[in-house]
T-cell receptor
Framework: DGGITQSPKYLFRKEGQNVTLSCEQN?????MYWYRQDPGQGLRLIYY???????QKGDIAEGYSVSREKKESFPLTVTSAQKNPTAFYLC?????????????FGPGTRLTVL | GDSVTQMEGPVTLSEEAFLTINCTYT??????LFWYVQYPGEGLQLLLK?????DKGSNKGFEATYRKETTSFHLEKGSVQVSDSAVYFC?????????????FGAGTQVVVTP
């Protein structure tokens, strides 16, 4: 079955540590996205990538980094510079970035800073 | 900039009741409109979409009509079930800077009781 996988489902981090969240898709989609979700709020865009080896900052990129070395993979690193990293992180992909194409979401990773 | 406003939740209903979730938007151009559903601890799933004015999206008994004159995309279902309990997100995507950026509403929690 085609879809998006994220791992791990739960992640605990000590302050000052960098952590990397995995996102893999087998939908053959060109575009991939990372969002952050906080309780009672909508999704906020962290980074997006329209094609391999290219990515752009979203609305809240500070303290995060990404890479896009393969079409199917778009890992997100939460660095120690991110002041409030505890949140639910969602990865998504779409065929391309045309506005009429829906985004498909993974199951999410819940990150907690101890 | 573009934005999406949804009615605040939680919305509590009895089984077989009629559900309406209001969604209005502001956009400079002609966005595509989407409804997503999120079950506890999971990612978002596309429920329905509409890409131009007067289009009606429908799926699993849910419907929404793209009303350009009132800039609205209200979600409706005639008879809800307990399994419809979830958080519902309205979203728009408009081509800006050569790609379709999604803007999500804050989400509306729906609780359906037996």
């Amino acid at each position: 079955d085609g879809g998006i996988t994220q791992s791990p489902k739960y992640l605990f981090r000590k302050e000052g540590q960098n952590v990397t969240l995995s996102c893999e898709q087998n939908l053959n989609h060109d575009a991939m996205y990372w969002y952050r979700q906080d309780p009672g709020q909508g999704l906020r865009l962290i980074y997006y990538s329209q094609i391999v080896n290219d990515f752009q900052k979203g609305d809240i990129a500070e303290g995060y980094s990404v890479s896009r070395e393969k079409k199917e993979s778009f890992p997100l690193t939460v660095t120690s510079a991110q002041k409030n990293p505890t949140a639910f992180y969602l990865c998504a992909s779409s065929t391309d970035t045309n506005s009429y194409n829906e985004q498909f979401f993974g199951p999410g990773t819940r990150l907690t800073v101890l | 900039g573009d934005s999406v406003t949804q009615m605040e939740g939680p919305v509590t209903l009895s089984e077989e009741a009629f559900l309406t979730i209001n969604c209005t938007y502001t956009a400079t151009g002609y966005p595509s409109l989407f409804w997503y559903v999120q079950y506890p601890g999971e990612g978002l799933q596309l429920l329905l979409k509409a890409t131009k004015a007067d289009d009606k999206g429908s799926n699993k008994g849910f419907e929404a009509t793209y009303r350009k004159e009132t800039t609205s995309f209200h979600l409706e279902k005639g008879s809800v079930q307990v399994s419809d309990s979830a958080v519902y997100f309205c979203a728009l995507s408009e081509t800006t800077d050569s790609w379709g950026k999604f803007q999500f509403g804050a989400g509306t929690q729906v609780v359906v009781t037996p």
